[in-house]
């Protein structure tokens, strides 16, 4: 097992990265203060994980909700049922909440656990590629809007972060790609060997060679460490992980939600990006074409969605939290491995790449 | 006009005291960062004062949520609207929310500011005596659940509170009894001289001397900032504060939420919990007359509901922040101007209380 320390002063915590490590009860006992535990998990995870979680929580009154799976969900309303479970069952402020689950269930869980009571502490253990490299870490917590995705949400950091990664082997292929995408993505904005290694292993990483998607895991979450503790809350470098995701929340938003995987959107999104990139100069043609290429080798999509229009677009893309006053602010490339900070963007570029990046 | 400050590092704050202040578009502009801002207020308060408000902020971009009014509409649901209304005009970051009202529009317009892209900045003016003396400062923000009261919330700092003492000539003697009560607690908890005070000013509080009303205000106001600089998320201190209220929470939340007004189930429960500080032989039965008589002086209810069974108070009882593990813990009184910290309660003198105490 390894364990990479996120610095964060009086909220540091432990990210613990290792194979079968779901099922050590000594990784619990040590981050749950309080004697009652509320698991959150959902409809595909349960069956698979629950019980094997569960096993490891006997010393505690323990209670359980299992959401409905999918980005769909992520809203207001589903958050309730997880109020409604630590009410009914009358948890404290000492409770711990634990999140089993992807993105989804970590985001909701972790914004449950902010909110209840003004606080509880909880616990991450992420069962995608995606959650174990990205959204797990970092304490971004949140639900959706119909108007926007994320917008209702709170900086909330975990005790830990439990990444197990044999569980990453009963993960559907469409999934395992999504996870790709972030974790391509931090061989864009900050780690270009990242990217180099990546290009060369994504046949292993398909094949779900254990060790390559560990080292994968481990790396991804050393990056995204880096940049939590160099800014918490997002007022500077921490938005460079939003490479693509303006697009992409356009596209998740624009198509309702569930209908692409966020990795999914994340993967077309950073390739608009790389296009409007190089219309600025910033990068070449040469890197565009890279781009493209690894996230297809990733067997991720690449071309937006025909039915969403420019003007759709344009009007998604405009509800965003990078926005200031108004404009649009996007991440974009200035070469494999260096993203830039927010910036605006001349309005009849980001219409040429709408308009003309086709994959 | 007092400026008072809330000494919380670098969340430090000031509350601003005085007649008219409302109006003074100076104190608006200190605190506003960038160019949109939306003011959230209630159905009662609107026709009041948000042309008065809105007179100040004609140099922004600005937008307006009018809320239905009572306690009843604290909710999950309702506080959508608030996210609806930012995300219809495209509201960014670096937007200010004007929380303009009682308690439930200030515990709900900062939790909205909480929560919406995970914190933007947000300014309180309260209109209530309530609000101006307890809820509108010290962060508390939040909403209730149909199981328990302000359950759901964040502990999130405003910019300024801007309390306008000329507000209290509109308010209706129910509303201002009610906001009373919150006054005459801090007299109980740590400010002896301030409870022989506002025995003695009562009768000119409720005639609404001008001057009266500001120093209870002021008074209550400075007792507050120096609870919260020493507490801000309420491991000690912070929970004397609510002396009264895990019985009053009870009648709002037995009673159905808007059946009693705040102050009124906190005048009753805090008879109630003098009450039980009898029972533990830590005042005077002349104590508990004196606290009694003060709240009747105050035109206040002391005798909770008949229809509130025993056995439902111990049920909304048990579902309350302070409480560890499942046991109830209560603030209770050491002497008349000394509370003590939240402790846990011998069943048979909680149920003696329960049972016996009839005002």
């Not at 709170?154 to 990664?165: G, H, L, N, R």
């Not at 880096?226 to 624009?254: K, M, P, Y």
């Not at 390739?271 to 190089?278: F, V």
């Amino acid at each position: 097992m390894k364990t990479l320390e996120v610095d964060l002063g009086g909220r540091s915590y432990p990210i613990y990265i290792g194979s079968g490590i779901l099922s050590q009860s000594e990784l619990y006992g040590q981050h749950i203060k309080g004697s009652e535990v509320l698991v959150v998990t959902n409809e595909t995870v349960a069956p698979l994980y629950l019980d094997a979680v569960l096993d490891q929580l006997k010393a505690y009154k323990t209670a359980t909700v299992i959401l409905p799976d999918g980005e769909q969900h992520k809203s207001l309303a589903v958050l309730n049922k997880i109020f409604d479970a630590l009410l009914i069952n009358k948890f404290g402020r000492r409770a711990t909440l634990i999140a089993l689950g992807g993105g989804v269930v970590g985001d909701m869980g972790g914004f449950a656990a902010a909110c209840y009571q003004r606080g509880i502490p909880f616990i991450q253990i992420p069962t995608t590629l995606l959650a174990q490299v990205d959204s797990s870490v970092g304490g971004k917590t949140g639900v959706n809007h119909p108007l926007g995705k994320n917008m209702i949400g709170a900086f909330y950091q975990p005790q830990c972060v439990i990444a197990d990664t044999d569980v990453l082997a009963t993960l559907d292929d469409r999934q395992l790609s999504a996870g790709l995408a972030e974790v391509i993505k931090y061989g864009l904005i900050r780690d270009a060997d990242f990217f180099v290694w990546l290009d060369y292993n994504l046949p292993a990483l398909l094949a779900r060679d254990k060790q390559t998607l560990a080292f994968a895991v481990e790396r991804s979450c050393i990056n995204k460490a880096q940049v939590v503790a160099e800014d918490e809350t997002e007022s500077g470098v921490r938005a460079t992980l939003n490479l693509g995701h303006t697009f992409g929340h356009a596209i998740e938003t624009g198509m309702g939600y569930g209908e692409y995987l966020h990795g999914e959107a994340v993967a077309i999104g950073t390739c608009q990006a790389a296009d409007l990139s190089r219309h600025k100069g910033w990068i070449t043609d040469d890197d565009v074409e890279k781009i493209i290429a690894i996230f297809k080798k990733a067997r991720l999509p690449v071309v937006p969605p025909d039915s969403l229009s420019v003007e759709q677009f344009l009007q998604f893309m405009s509800v965003d939290k990078k926005n200031v006053d108004g404009d649009i602010r996007l991440i974009l490339l200035k070469a494999i491995g260096e993203a830039s900070l927010p910036v605006g963007v001349d309005q009849n570029l980001l219409r040429l790449t709408l308009e003309t990046y086709k994959g």
